[in-house]
């Protein structure tokens, strides 16, 4: 394939070499004329291992050149990836200025060019940054629409620095975000050789997926910091401990717990969460992560009443009250939160759930639920049709399959509010989710 890679810093030099050294025809593009004359004799602009070997490689093999001449690698490539930086502003905001000048430049080229080209976005950029900039600044200055004229996709990279050569040959997983199929085709042709999955998505999921890896890394080095620090103020060596926390793969590393939803409750989770905390500041250690999950764990109750309450409406079911499915434990359930909360508001509330009825009755949880909330079981209706019916706004809280039929088919004339993730797709009409 003919690429032509514009921006030869840290991504875009990697992007070169491995692409060169698998065979395809790579340009480089810079401003930076110093880094262009580097490219063009085999030389690294980049301090990275092994990176210099493929560049001279590529350069041998006729594969590889450096230019500053925009409108020539446009029109000597079929495919355009975007490598520019995105450093930050001093509110934190992504500087633009120079994709916005690549951009421009890119689309005047492209002007000129009757066949058909692809803009892949490889920079790092905020979620709405390709629909909302990119793309009017490329069809602007091209005269051309975006996905007919010229193809646009998003193809964000996961190099760790002092070893991108690794990471670009062995990926935990290629994702290509496309406007256009036809982007998304050649894309997935370009990396088909790559022993990883390929996940194709729209331009907007693929821009966060970026954001939530790398938030994801920053948040397990930041807690993994904070556990170490709380086990040295105690006398043990903090890595023993995730050492052996990391061996477990069926909860501690895995996708159970990463699925965005409701908040956390329960006997233990909210309970741990706040003594360990409590101890590290009898200890005087600073856990300002750990010390957060309350406060954004309450934030999520608010979040779903929130959503309750911007309807125009007064009658609400609620599906479910222990804090999970399959259970009558109603400890610190954050959906006997939300009751409160609404019934705080003077909303007509009803509720369901059927473990929680049979534990009034007969469960060990008898004593809690007439001694601790009797203002809340007093609501619960052991007919789920009745709830439903008398209902304008049914919130599914927890994950009792028999809630499942009413995310799946909506009773006429009511809102469905998801805070379990039964529904098939994002919110739309008479269903919305809490986080999707």
């Known amino acids: 394939m003919r690429l032509s890679i514009f921006g030869l810093g840290y991504v875009g030099a990697v992007c070169a070499g491995c692409l060169s050294s698998r065979g395809h025809e790579v340009i480089g593009v810079d401003i930076s004329a110093t880094k262009i004359d580097l490219i063009n004799n085999g030389k690294s602009p980049i301090v990275e291992p092994g990176l210099e070997e493929l560049l001279q490689q590529g350069i041998r093999a006729g594969l590889l050149r450096g230019t500053t001449d925009v409108a020539e690698a446009i029109r000597d490539s079929e495919l355009s990836m975007l490598c520019v930086g995105t450093p930050s502003k001093k509110n934190g905001d992504l500087a633009l200025h120079f994709i916005e000048s690549v951009c421009a430049q890119i689309g005047v080229a492209l002007r000129e060019k009757s066949a058909w080209h692809g803009v892949v976005v490889r920079s790092t950029v905020l979620p709405g940054t390709v629909k909302n900039f990119i793309i009017p600044i490329l069809e602007e200055c091209s005269g ?212 929680v009825e049979y534990a009034r009755v007969n469960g060990a949880n008898k004593d809690y639920i007439e001694s601790k909330i009797p203002h809340v079981s007093s609501l619960l209706d052991s007919d789920l049709q009745r709830v439903i019916e008398h209902a304008e706004i049914i919130v599914l809280g927890n994950g009792d399959e028999r809630f499942r039929s009413v995310a799946e088919q909506v009773p006429d004339g009511k809102q469905v509010v998801d805070l379990v993730g039964f529904m098939a797709h994002a919110s739309e009409g008479n269903r919305e989710g809490i986080c999707w």
């Not at 948040?219 to 477990?248: L, P, S, Y």
């Not at 300002?288 to 406060?295: D, R």
């Open 144 to 355: 051309k629409k975006a996905g007919v004229d010229f193809g646009v996709a998003v193809n964000p990279e996961f190099l760790r620095e002092s070893t991108a050569i690794k990471d670009y040959n062995f990926p935990p997983m290629t994702v290509i975000g496309e406007l256009d199929s036809r982007s998304g085709d050649l894309l997935q042709d370009l990396y088909q050789e790559l022993d990883a999955p390929i996940v194709r998505k729209s331009i907007e999921v693929a821009e966060m997926i970026k954001y939530t890896c790398n938030v994801w890394h920053a948040t397990k080095v930041t807690f993994a910091n904070e556990i170490g620090n709380i086990a040295k103020a105690v006398g043990v060596d903090g890595r023993e401990v995730m050492d052996v926390v990391c061996q477990d793969h069926k909860l501690n590393l895995s996708k159970y717990y990463m699925r965005p939803g409701f908040a956390f409750g329960g006997s233990c989770l909210p309970k741990d969460v706040r003594a360990l905390n409590y101890r590290a500041s009898q200890l005087d250690v600073e856990t300002p992560l750990i010390a957060s999950l309350m406060h954004s764990n309450d934030a999520q109750v608010l979040h779903a009443f929130d959503i309750i309450t911007s309807y125009d409406k007064r009658k609400v079911a609620l599906l479910g009250l222990s804090f999970k499915a399959g259970t009558d434990d109603l400890r610190e359930s954050p959906l006997v939160e939300l009751a409160e909360m609404l019934i705080g508001k003077g909303f007509d509330l009803r509720i369901y759930d059927h473990n």
